[in-house]
């Protein structure tokens, strides 16, 4: 069972495995809360590369464009692995949690050491609140749901 928990981002190492759209979203959410993020992959998705180019600080994202190198783990605290090769990122995740690094496998929720949740960050009676809902990585498009339906909830409540 997932323990639903904070973390300041901003003194974490997080390494996304993958360049694609899918490692764009997560990416644009890690850097949205803070994160330093590096990137491995052979590829990257335009939307990666515009991402990069308009950050203020060049440090909080490193694109490497290569494949994925058993040394990259080194001194990670999160993983993310997004690449399209499920047995890629199987081997990752069992590197990962053999080294007790924090491992979220973006195809297979069940092969993770933590899920993330949807998220919306409002102001609320002047209370700055994160709203977050999660269904323990079974269906994604139901927690963004479900959290954009709060979030309609909260404004009403303004």
Request: hydrophobic share 40%; aromatic share 8%.
């Amino acid at each position: 069972m997932f323990f639903p928990v904070m973390v300041d981002l901003s003194a974490m190492e997080v390494l996304v495995v993958g360049g694609g759209r899918i490692a764009y979203r997560k990416v644009k959410k890690l850097l949205d809360f803070g994160g330093r993020v590096k990137v491995i992959a052979p590829e990257f998705c335009q939307d990666l590369y515009s991402l990069a180019k308009y950050l203020d600080d060049e440090e909080r994202l490193i694109m490497i464009n290569r494949a994925f190198e058993v040394t990259d783990l080194e001194g990670q605290d999160l993983v993310y692995l997004a690449t399209d090769d499920k047995d890629l990122n199987a081997r990752i995740g069992g590197m990962c949690r053999s080294k007790n690094i924090l491992v979220n496998r973006l195809d297979d929720h069940r092969d993770s050491s933590f899920i993330n949740m949807a998220t919306s960050r409002k102001e609320y009676r002047g209370q700055d609140v994160l709203l977050a809902v999660s269904c323990f990585g079974e269906n994604p498009s139901l927690t963004r749901d479900l959290c954009e339906k709060l979030d309609e909830e909260f404004l009403e409540d303004r």
